[in-house]
């Protein structure tokens, strides 16, 4: 089945600072990639997706990258605010099953 | 509020005991799924629905786990004779049909088994 890895598993940057994470998958047939923030108590909120027919997509100060060939897609992060200071998720899906990486604790520092 | 909404929110039982959590979806989605989710780790699928047809089920879904969705709108997730291995947070999501549509969790079940 589907293996998702994601690094790093912790990342402290400082305040207007760029963040970046990635995954890597292992089945090529995986064709929707999402990214999820989830916040101490909360369940995980979807941030961005992007489709495996699409390289890249950004919304405002995020944006998704894929390469299909090495099965890899990162999550950037830019003009960081300490309210993004949380544990991120990458997700590959083939028909509905979603594997999750293991996360990304970000801390943004002031 | 309309998203996707979980009770109870948090629930503390003995071993051996049964539990049931419920799972209230966003009303429109028909595909309703649920994940565990242990301390440290990203979700873990257990099983999804499509309207009321359980579509596929975990290896991780042990025959002491049943989950329904009888009339294709809230589901349940009944685990009996708890252990404490099955100490965690339980999610529910839902969305469009489809394998690209994005799923909308809620803030979870978390399960503690004294």
């Known amino acids: 089945g589907e293996n998702v890895e994601q690094h790093p598993s912790t990342l402290s940057v400082q305040e207007g600072d760029s963040a970046v994470i990635k995954c890597t998958y292992s089945?090529?047939?995986?064709?929707?990639f999402p990214w999820y923030k989830q916040e101490l108590g909360k369940g995980p909120q979807l941030i961005i997706d992007?489709?495996?027919?699409?390289g890249e997509k950004k919304d405002q100060r995020i944006a998704v990258t894929l390469n299909k060939t090495a099965k890899h897609f990162s999550l950037h992060i830019t003009e960081t605010q300490p309210e993004d200071s949380a544990v991120y998720f990458c997700?590959?899906?083939?028909?509905?099953?979603?594997?999750f990486g293991a996360g990304t604790r970000l801390t943004v520092k002031p | 509020d309309t998203g996707v909404s979980q009770d109870p929110r948090h629930k503390i039982t003995k071993r051996g005991q049964n539990v049931t959590f419920r799972c209230d979806p966003i009303?429109?989605?028909?595909?309703l799924y649920w994940y565990r989710q242990t301390l440290g780790q990203g979700p873990e699928f257990l099983t999804y629905?499509?309207?009321?047809?359980?579509?596929?089920k975990s290896r991780l879904l042990s025959d002491r786990f049943s989950a329904e969705r009888p009339k294709g709108s809230f589901s349940t997730l009944e685990i009996q004779r708890t252990e404490q291995g099955d100490s965690a947070m339980y999610l529910c999501?839902?969305?469009?049909?489809?394998?690209?549509?994005?799923?909308?969790f809620g803030d979870g079940t978390r399960l503690s088994i004294l």
């Open positions: 997700a590959a899906s083939i028909v509905g099953d979603m594997r």
């Open positions: 992007i489709r495996s027919n699409v």
């Open positions: 089945d090529s047939a995986s064709n929707y």
């Open positions: 009303s429109e989605h028909n595909r």
């Open positions: 629905f499509q309207n009321e047809a359980q579509l596929e």
């Open positions: 999501a839902s969305s469009w049909d489809g394998a690209d549509q994005p799923q909308h």
